[in-house]
């Protein structure tokens, strides 16, 4: 229950009964050292009050800083804009700027933590579902303290990186990967494969004309 907030010189025009009918209101436990005198009463009340409203004062600093805290720590886990891309159930790539950084695997020899954060084909991490190998990944990305991948030597893409930039490209355009093609707003636009490590892709207006491409900057529907 909400009470008003009374000023001294309000209390001061308040008559003994008065005083006491708000006193018991307010419930205040403060005691009043000449039950006789206003100014007794006067006095437990404001000092009550001024109680109440150093309790609100703390908790809406708590408050503020716990949301202060809260920000911070989203801030610090957030992630990189990681493109990732799912080789199978059991595996998953992340790719920063189209540069591989890490990989999830799942170990079914290991029963209690059979997800595993590989980089450089070293094991980093485990953990008992697959979130909290991204958190890890996620978190040490940004605080650099996640080993660099080696990259391949050569300027030759893989075909995950392939997919991984053909995916970035597609979120850039607003365009949908679906199992049977590229779309936008509901409309296919073509396909992208793979057939002996080339790729390629088709246009929806001619889906037999197979158009080869090595780079995510080729698939122009």
Known sequence: MTHPIYTQQQLQRKTLNQLKTIYAQLDIKTEVSDKRCKE???????THQSTKLQKVDNQALAQAEFDSYIADQAQV?????????????????YYADDKLVASISHDD??????????????????????MRCDRFICTHYKDGTLPVQEQLATPCAT?????????NQCQNYGYEILNDGIYNNNIKLGEVGQTDSNWWF?????????????????VVW
Do not use: Y
């Open 159 to 167: 075909g995950n990186e392939v997919m991984a930039q053909i995916f």
């Open 109 to 130: 020899n290991h029963l209690t933590q059979p997800w595993v954060v590989m980089v450089n084909d070293k094991e980093l991490f485990r953990a008992n579902t697959l």
């Open 77 to 93: 886990v957030a992630p990189e804009p990681f493109t990732i891309v799912e080789i199978s159930f059991d595996h998953h790539e």
């Open 202 to 218: 088709t246009r929806a207006t001619d889906e037999t004309q197979r158009i080869a491409c090595d780079s995510a900057r080729e």
């Open 40 to 46: 007794s009463w006067v006095n437990a009340i404001i």
